[in-house]
């Protein structure tokens, strides 16, 4: 199932003052949300559960959300008081689950389209232009991983899920990837291993607890796609790392005793491409929302004014020819103008009509000639002289 915005062509016809007020900062900021329901659609008072997610998209200043346990089984396109555009998918398999996306009207105008791809997998993309002209394209995939208890006695459902995330984030290598969401995933500290085998370039510094199987199935994925866990690259205090708050029996207090003690982890993230780490600011998880859910707000934000460095620049320079040897050295000398006729019968062409065909041929021949014969040397520094 394909759904398609009309702001496809609002794009190219938007007015300059829009892109001129949006190029002011190209800071955005994309966020993932377990929220466990989002309460009943009559239910239209500023105290519902989804004015409330209006109203901490305002607080925290996040432009698109990905939604994970709507609870909502029907396609749903509405607005809510806050100006925020509320997107849910379907459900064709169950009713427990539910993805969906909630834009700001900052980045709102700017979605080209949104895609279901299956009841755990859907993709929303957006064009932002640039200070170069061309826009930025964009690509957010909202996942919502089996738990491991369910991974584990339906392994297929796991694979499953992996295999339509790998199709989701096939796009043209100038396409930005974010796939985020609730991965239910462990991936841990950082061991002396991990850095051994190069594992560092997947996951960052400042992860938490200790990686379990279903995080050695995300790490998988990682190192395959070449991507990158944002939110265990920053330094913050444990409760700005935990995504997750759950509960356990606490057993030392005997087995009839009720007590239980709290479970902190670390099972949502934000993922991009290697290459675009240089966009990431700050990525964490805040606590405060007003929408009740034992998951909490993973936000990261990204300078796409940066996303020059993202790609490596062609290297221009031109060859430096050693030409103080070929001055000087006779036997340079006779070597340079023996490979140069070779060059020059080896590639007689007859004259085309193109004479400027004709001048590119012969100044490759001399070019050659004189990289086989003469030598390139390093370039020289110059020292700054400062003089009193």
Known sequence: MSQSDSTSNQFTSRSKETNRSFLVSLLISLATFNIRGLGHHEDS??????????????????????????????????????????????????????????????????????????????????????????????????????????????????????????????????????????????????????????????IGRHGMGTRNEMGDHLLDFLSEHDLLAANTCFQHSSRHKTTFTGWRKDWSAGRRSNKTLPVYSQIDYVLCRNRSRSLLVNARSYAGTFTYSDHRLVVAKLDFGKIPFCFKRPNNRKLNFNTSQLTSNKDIQAKYHQKLDELTENNAAPVSSNPNEDLAQLLNTIRDAAKQSVGTQDRKVRLRHHSD
């Not at 008072?45 to 901490?56: A, H, P, V, W, Y």
């Not at 932002?128 to 919502?144: E, H, L, Q, T």
């Not at 339509?164 to 796009?171: F, G, M, R, T, Y």
């Open 45 to 202: 008072s500023i105290f519902s559960k989804r004015e409330q997610l209006g109203t901490d998209m305002c607080r925290y200043h996040v432009d698109i959300c990905a939604l994970q346990e709507t609870k909502v089984t029907e396609p749903l396109d509405c607005v809510l008081n806050t100006g925020h555009r509320l997107i849910c998918f379907e459900q064709r398999h169950g009713r427990h689950g539910g993805l969906g996306f909630v834009l700001s009207p900052r980045i709102a105008q700017y979605v080209t389209s949104w895609n279901y791809i299956s009841d755990r997998v859907c993709v929303l993309d957006f064009r932002i232009p640039s200070r170069s002209g061309d826009p930025i394209c964009c690509r957010v995939v909202n996942a919502y991983s089996p738990h491991r208890k369910l991974a584990a006695e339906n392994p297929v459902l796991l694979d499953n899920f992996y295999s339509q995330l790998s199709d989701a984030i096939k796009v043209s290598s100038n396409t930005e990837i974010f796939p985020l969401g609730g991965f239910n995933s462990k991936l841990g500290k950082l061991t002396s291993s991990d850095y051994n085998y190069g594992l560092d370039n997947f």
